[in-house]
């Protein structure tokens, strides 16, 4: 049986029962396959203290009866897997191996080490490669010699750095030296950033202080090894004038002297590099002349607000504060796209499914940057943006939710006042601007600004907004009528379906299929849908993926196009690899192309629907149409009570 999905048929076990379909989908195989896995399975755990119990329609489940010789069997898994035995774990392996070795390697002592055919390694070879180019990287081959890698020392490092990053298991145990066993060394190395960064008063975020580390973790071992940084002459000029190198030599005198390491000045420039590259700039920085923002930079800012609006027509121009931040991300932004750095991002799930808008206006702006720079901007660069943009649409938001209201009164202008001075005092939170006026001028007044008409007398002429009725002074009992109908909400997301765009029983196998299915569902129901309109949804699809977990996929055109918002739902008879997650439900939105609608509370919603793994489920097992109304009935509500 093989032993590595002898250990994943166990992860995915558990002391209740689940289904072997359930596993063999998890794992990929079939589920004929699981159950004689099962069986020869339970033969080797009777004889280590467990055992899978089997029952019809309920499935599977671990029993543990020996907890100590269970334990040691599991240990013992463990340990005997030195060998990588799946073909992520060859890529892995493969891809270390290369890295940290200086020499040709032939192919037939590759084979030997992972003992596998030839055929076998070029496929693992063929993912190597894919990766490694990510990074600059390539792998030369010449007869007679074998294989090698061919990259600078900054690629290279870099490379390494992300693999002891991620949090998989090395294949390189004891004798690694880039494995991250010395934790004596770190300390030592954190201790120096630590007192060196509070000299200089500089900041990074934790995940950037940890990579660092690693960072110069691994410099100092390809050092000591020969393996040194090179940096062009007119890098190596441009770097000494940032504000970084200062900072940077003083670490590298102190890694010098607890390290007994020689550095080359071309070491100071690449730590510099690194520095200013992660560095966290605020407002604050900006204020005391420690950033310059140059002109092109802020140039750069207009753009990607100018495209932000031509897309959603969502106008955020004046928006100064947002402007500041933009143009301070930048600045170490451009010195991570100089050198192809990458900021991990570990809120990026978090930030494309709780905060979808915001991340589609960074994915809009980040094309301007792509243009600039002649790069591909990373998924984690884009999420770093999106808080910004998020932060923009909140206090957008705020200003439009604050009511305004016109305050009308039949006993004179004395009592309106005192009316006004109590309607700030219970409900200010809820009121932007108020406005007074008598009976007879209601017909005169300007209602496009007003929400609200709260009176004290009957009105009869004709107003286009709610009126309140209310007593000529609000005593306690009116206090919570009123704040009712001020934080009144109507629905917000019906008006967005359509049943005959909730597609169900589908049976489709690519992404493309599916969506071109959609968009011809879509022209039966809007007959003025642009004829470019599946270009449009293909064109954001190349942008960044809409995959987000949880069996979902959210695809949508690169800009605002249609006349009304709407949204089409596609459930799959089974789910689909989309990019590299698999979809089952795919929710297509377009917004309307109008710079009045108001659409925060509709992405709200969705995406409280859409994380919620229950509501995804139940979805998917009943598709239900009055249950998704539902659904959003109950977020809604959820919301108001906040």
């Known amino acids: 049986m093989n032993e590595e999905r002898t250990k994943q048929i166990i992860n995915h076990l558990s002391s209740e029962f689940v289904g072997s379909d359930w596993i063999a989908a998890k794992i990929g195989v079939s589920s004929k396959t699981i159950r004689n896995d099962i069986k020869e399975l339970n033969k080797v755990l009777k004889t280590h203290g467990a055992v899978i119990e089997t029952k019809p329609r309920k499935g599977l489940r671990l029993i543990v009866q020996d907890s100590q010789a269970y334990q040691a069997y599991l240990q013992s898994l463990t340990i005997t897997s030195v060998i990588p035995s799946s073909f992520d774990q060859r890529v892995e392996y493969l891809q270390e191996y290369l890295l940290n070795t200086r020499d040709w390697v032939k192919i037939e002592d590759l084979c030997d080490q992972l003992y596998v055919s030839q055929s076998n390694l070029s496929n693992c070879l063929k993912e190597v490669r894919k990766r490694l ?129 020689t550095f080359a000045p071309d070491e100071i420039g690449y730590i510099a590099i690194h520095l200013a590259a992660k560095r966290i700039v605020s407002l604050d920085d900006a204020t005391e002349g420690n950033t310059v923002i140059s002109s092109d930079v802020y140039e750069m800012v207009s753009h990607m607000l100018q495209a932000v609006y031509n897309a959603y027509k969502i106008d955020l121009m004046d928006d100064l504060d947002l402007r500041m931040t933009l143009a301070l991300h930048l600045v170490p932004f451009g010195v991570r796209m100089d050198y192809d750095i990458v900021l991990r991002n570990p809120l990026l799930k978090d930030i494309k499914t709780k905060y979808t808008l915001a991340y589609n206006l960074a994915v809009v702006a980040s094309d301007e940057l792509c243009k600039h720079y002649n790069k591909r901007i990373k998924e984690d660069e884009i999420g770093y943006f999106a808080l910004h943009f998020n932060l923009a649409l909140e206090r957008k938001n705020q200003k439009k939710d604050s009511k305004n209201i016109l305050i009308v009164c039949g006993t004179g202008r004395g009592t309106a006042q005192l009316l006004l001075y109590q309607f ?67 629905s917000v997301m019906e008006k967005y379906f359509h049943e005959d765009l ?141």
Not at 170 to 194: A, G, H, M
Not at 626 to 632: H, Q, R, S, W, Y
Request: proline letters at 4%; aromatic letters at 12%.
């Open 133 to 261: 180019k990510s990074y600059n990287i390539d792998i030369i081959s010449r007869p007679g010699y074998g294989l090698k890698i061919q990259g600078t020392e900054f690629d290279i490092r870099l490379c390494i750095t992300h693999i002891a990053s991620e949090p998989i298991k090395s294949f390189f145990v004891e004798n690694d030296k880039f494995s991250l066993s010395s934790k004596q060394t770190l300390r030592k190395i954190s201790d120096i950033l630590n007192q060196c960064f509070y000299r200089h008063d500089y900041h990074m975020s934790d995940i950037s202080f940890q990579n660092l580390i690693i960072h110069i973790y691994i410099a100092l071992h390809r050092i000591e090894n020969g393996q040194e940084a090179k940096l062009s002459e007119s890098q190596f000029e441009e770097i000494k004038k940032w504000n970084e190198y200062d900072l940077s030599k003083e670490i590298v005198e102190q890694l010098a002297k607890k390290f007994n390491v």
């Open 424 to 490: 700030k005092e219970n409900f200010g939170k809820y009121l932007n601007k108020i406005t007074t006026c008598d009976a007879l001028s209601v017909a005169k007044q300007n209602f496009d600004n007003i929400d609200y008409v709260i009176t004290t007398v009957p009105i009869h002429t004709k107003v286009p907004v709610p009126i309140l009725e209310i007593q000529t002074f609000v005593d306690t009992k009116d206090v919570k009528n009123i704040h009712k109908f001020l934080s009144q909400r109507p």
């Open 502 to 642: 909730f597609l169900t029983n589908i049976q489709l196998d690519t992404k493309e299929e599916v969506l071109q299915y959609m968009v011809d569902k879509i022209r039966k129901v809007y007959k003025d849908i642009p004829y470019d309109f599946y270009d449009a949804i293909i064109h954001r699809e190349n942008q960044a993926v809409t995959e987000f977990g949880n069996l979902v996929a959210i695809p949508h055109p690169y800009k605002a196009m249609t006349s009304k918002t709407f949204v089409c739902i596609c459930i799959l008879d089974k789910p689909i690899f989309w990019d590299k997650k698999k979809v089952q439900l795919i929710y297509l939105m377009s917004m309307e192309n109008n710079p009045n609608r108001d659409l925060m509370s509709f992405y709200k919603i969705t995406s409280k629907l859409l994380v919620n793994p229950t509501y995804v489920h139940e979805l998917i097992q009943k598709k239900d149409f009055n249950m998704l109304l539902g659904l959003f009935g109950k977020i809604e509500e959820e919301l108001e009570e906040l």
